[in-house]
């Protein structure tokens, strides 16, 4: 079916005068003896040198200086060019050169591509071995020399020089050039070198007979579907590159020498030399009637039938009822490498074929990247076995990872710790939905039976319904990784950190029935909500927790994404429970600073000017303290006189004493701070000289200097919340 697909387009296209065969200069592989598209050579600036060779002028005691960086190509040499309104040179122009060594005359032509600021602003012209001066050869109708053999070694027009590798060639030409005067110098140069991507082969441009394509027809028609808006590119910098390539494209060469491919669908007539291009093969010239015919040995460019992919998966060209269904699709989710390779092919043959875009929304991503910020390929040697990743992690865990980093950047690094905090979030969900499991004992959702919600059910039940809201809207709008981010944070710190801890006193009864059948309600309701929200991201560990919660339904991946209600969202719990874990927070942070553990009898005094905040502590703290402290004793009023000797912090306009008589060795403890404090400034700046030292920032890889800074961050936080504490204890 594709293949049928694929003659399809072909013949359509070429009864269109799309499709034609002609000599044109194209990208050749001596190695893998093919031809190659510009999107297949890698361009890589590398070492190399400008060689200045002397071609005599014919009858004259004049030379031009022809500067060049590959001297083996001036064997296929037909013309010498230079700006028309180059003073230097005008009089020169319908004069003759003397290629040096060969002998060939070479004439001297004006023409406009010339830059006089480069080089010495004299072109010697190889049509054969270079697009631009084949551009020249054509508007001047100068004669083709071809300096090479496919294979790159040396052609029977390069005299002496026949069958040598062209860079063996280059070694011996220039020490000829040196002797019998022609060089006059040699200058290093970087430059740009063209390397087929495959198998990283130095790229020779060659005259060749091959089979192209018109692009500006079907990139005009990409043009104006992407400004009308029928598809979209995300992140939208995609659509300025795509804008870019479909305004330059050039004609696209199809053919390659390969074995592997679709076989190009023509044959030739041995008699009449007539071309036949049939949707069937063909048993006869439909010209002259002889059987003699022979298919073109060559197979099309595999970008070609993957541009049809959108439809000709889906039976095309019938009009199959798949591709009435689906056709177009919503979304492609690709590398942003591929965009030309294949996101725009699939673009403009889809419109060409099907008169319709493929698809509505193109998301291309970064790539993963290697510990030097390179992309992975085979062919360095540099990828990552994600399989190891996963057996070593957890698949889910390693999912988690890729989502929670990708950026709207080309690369992406993914560092192994990010890779184990997944795994970490991924057992932190199964430990949370174990403590659920293990108190839903005698609990049935669907009986009628009455519930009270206190503050820290509406809370998370309002959390709940916004984080609803944020990552519907978010995977709308392809934001990924804020969506990990979110999730990360209410499953991990809201409903574990916070909600499942304090309900542990419900779950034991001391609330009583109804107060324990409440805690059961709304633990199993947001963590079934939370496994449902998060799926997508980690369908395995989602799927098996799910299937023992109640819920409605065979398989979490065929149930009902999570709505909003939002008469559950409570903007008064949400503050009014914010305040209370931050209070908590400042607490349980001094006390763990301060060496104090948690089973200590402490007396905790707070005020507050505010008498709405004073009546939320005074209502929930107490209650919601004993979570986290078991033997704490709670004071709360407008204004309360501290001893001395207390730990103090502030949340907001709360200020919060800790007397510490009894609990700790004042002394020893300012003593034990003081050291700790010395060390952390020691480290800041060892840091910060590290990133001062620009050694330092050229050599180290990326990820290790995005640590260094993010540890000089945290360094600096320390520093700073242990003179705190200091000044606190003095």
Request: aromatic fraction near 10%; charge should be negative; include cysteine.
């Amino acid at each position: 079916g594709l293949s049928r697909a694929v003659r399809t387009a072909f013949v359509k296209l070429y009864d269109k005068g799309l499709i034609y065969r002609d000599n044109y200069i194209i990208n050749w592989c001596p190695r893998c003896q093919t031809a190659v598209s510009d999107l297949e050579v890698e361009h890589q600036e590398e070492a190399g040198h400008f060689y200045h060779i002397r071609y005599p002028i014919q009858g004259t005691d004049e030379a031009l200086i022809i500067a060049t960086t590959r001297p083996e190509t001036m064997l296929g040499d037909t013309a010498v060019a230079v700006h028309p309104e180059d003073e230097r040179y005008q009089h020169l122009i319908g004069k003759t050169a003397v290629l040096p060594i060969v002998g060939r005359e070479l004439p001297i032509i004006g023409d406009e591509y010339v830059d006089r600021e480069f080089g010495t602003g004299a072109l010697k012209v190889t049509p054969c071995h270079d697009p631009n001066d084949f551009e020249i050869g054509i508007r001047h109708r100068l004669a083709q020399v071809y300096a090479m053999n496919k294979d790159g070694t040396m052609s029977e027009a390069t005299g002496k020089f026949r069958g040598m590798e062209r860079m063996a060639c280059r070694e011996a030409l220039v020490e000829e050039l040196k002797e019998r005067g022609f060089l006059i110098r040699i200058e290093e140069h970087s430059h740009s070198v063209g390397r087929h991507e495959r198998c990283g082969t130095v790229i020779e441009p060659f005259v060749s007979q091959q089979w192209f394509m018109r692009m500006k027809p079907l990139a005009e028609n990409a043009i104006e579907a992407a400004k009308k808006g029928e598809v979209k590119f995300i992140p939208e910098r995609e659509e300025k590159r795509f804008y870019e390539w479909m305004h330059n494209i050039r004609d696209w060469c199809l053919s390659r020498q390969i074995w592997w491919g679709h076989r190009i669908p023509v044959w030739y007539c041995q008699d009449c030399d007539e071309v036949i291009v049939p949707l069937e093969d063909p048993s006869e010239c439909p010209r002259c009637g002889s059987a003699r015919l022979e298919r073109d040995p060559d197979v099309l460019d595999t970008w070609f039938s993957s541009g049809l992919w959108p439809f000709s998966t889906m039976g095309w060209p019938d009009e199959a009822p798949l591709l009435k269904t689906f056709y177009p699709t919503s979304v492609l989710v690709t590398g942003w490498d591929i965009l030309f390779f294949w996101v725009s092919r699939m673009i403009m043959l889809g419109i060409e074929c099907m008169d319709e875009v493929p698809f509505r929304t193109v998301y291309l991503h970064p790539l993963v990247a290697d510990e030097k910020g390179q992309k992975m390929s085979k062919s360095r040697g540099n990828t990552v076995d994600p399989i190891m990743s996963m057996e070593k992690y957890g698949t889910d865990g390693f999912r988690f990872a890729l989502i929670w980093l990708v950026s709207p950047t080309i690369f992406m690094p993914l560092p192994e710790d990010r890779i184990s905090k997944g795994r970490e979030f991924a057992n932190k969900i199964w430990n949370v939905a174990r403590l659920v499991r293990m108190n839903l004992e005698g609990f049935d959702r669907d009986a009628l039976r009455p519930l009270d919600f206190n503050l820290a059910d509406r809370w998370i039940r309002s959390r709940y319904h916004r984080v609803i809201q944020e990552i519907t809207q978010g995977l709308e709008e392809f934001r990924f990784s804020e969506v990990a981010q979110t999730l990360y944070d209410f499953i991990w710190h809201e409903f574990c950190d916070w909600y499942a801890e304090l309900n542990k006193l419900r779950w034991s009864e001391e609330e009583g029935a109804i107060g324990r059948y409440t805690a059961q309600y709304v633990a199993s309701e947001m963590l079934e909500g939370s496994l449902r929200l998060l799926h997508p991201i980690m369908p395995f560990i989602t799927e098996e927790l799910w299937q023992h919660l109640p819920h409605e339904g065979e398989s979490i991946v065929i149930a009902s994404w999570p709505e909003v209600d939002e008469n559950l969202i409570d903007p008064e719990a949400e503050s009014a429970m914010q305040l209370i874990m931050d209070v908590i927070d400042a607490i349980r942070s001094s006390l763990g600073e301060l060496g104090i553990p948690a089973n200590r009898d402490v007396h905790i005094l707070i005020q507050s000017s505010d008498p709405a905040q004073r009546a939320v502590l005074e209502a929930h703290l107490p209650i919601y303290i004993r979570a986290f402290m078991r033997n704490a004793q709670v004071k709360i009023a407008e204004t309360i006189s501290a001893p001395k000797e207390a730990a103090s912090a502030v949340v907001g306009n709360v200020e919060i004493s800790i007397p510490l008589i009894g609990l700790i060795d004042i002394d020893a403890e300012r003593q034990r701070l003081t050291k700790k404090l010395n060390k952390a400034i020691q480290d800041l700046e060892r840091t910060d000289r590290m990133l001062q030292n620009p050694a330092f920032l050229e050599r180290a890889k990326p990820e290790v200097v995005e640590q260094r800074k993010n540890q000089k961050e945290e360094l600096t936080n320390e520093v700073e919340k242990l003179k705190r504490y200091v000044r606190m204890l003095e």
